[in-house]
């Protein structure tokens, strides 16, 4: 015999809400094949001091892949787009954009992997309220919204309808 139980509740307790400004975003769509050669540009991040907050790798059309990347430059954005110039050149293939300053907002929650619908219950009130989303990430006590300067106070506002927010939000700020 085989029990399935599925959790439900009109608002989504969660643990927390976090929000993080003075970020950047960089995106780069690029083939397939050429996976190895952008994974190591973006490892090459880590071994200047670049600490990552999200990181997305998904697949767009057949044979081509868009790595979405927001972190805390810390001063190092001139390195970075270095590293990203130079990775576009030796490989001859990869569009990239940087998109600075975001914000992240993580949504901690428990279980969030056993609540289906939890992204789009997330996601839905940010889209409604007409904030552009930059890039998002799920995992299995997280949410991750990207936004634009001056949007992630606005992406709570909207979320305390679907969520249970209790108290404001613990902010953090990074100078890049």
């Not at 767009?60 to 270095?82: H, N, P, Q």
């Not at 634009?148 to 969520?163: I, Y």
């Not at 108290?167 to 100078?175: E, I, L, T």
């Amino acid at each position: 015999m085989e029990t399935i139980a599925v959790y439900w509740e009109p608002q989504i307790r969660i643990y927390g809400v976090t929000t993080v400004t003075g970020l950047s975003l960089y995106t780069v769509v690029f083939p397939a094949d050429r996976m190895a050669h952008w994974g190591a540009v973006i490892a090459s991040l880590g071994q200047i001091g670049v600490t990552f907050h999200l990181v997305n790798l998904q697949p767009l059309a057949i044979g081509e892949m868009r790595f979405s990347l927001v972190f805390a430059t810390d001063g190092r954005e001139r390195e970075v787009r270095r590293l990203f110039e130079e990775g576009a050149a030796e490989s001859g293939h990869g569009a990239w954009r940087q998109t600075s300053p975001v914000e992240m907002v993580y949504l901690h929650g428990p279980h969030f992997q056993d609540r289906y619908g939890i992204a789009e219950a997330a996601i839905a009130p940010v889209l409604a309220a007409a904030i552009p989303l930059l890039a998002s990430g799920c995992s299995g006590t997280s949410i991750h919204l990207a936004v634009p300067e001056n949007c992630a106070a606005r992406v709570v506002d909207c979320l305390k309808g679907t969520f249970v927010i209790e108290n404001r939000p613990a902010v953090g700020r990074h100078n890049g």
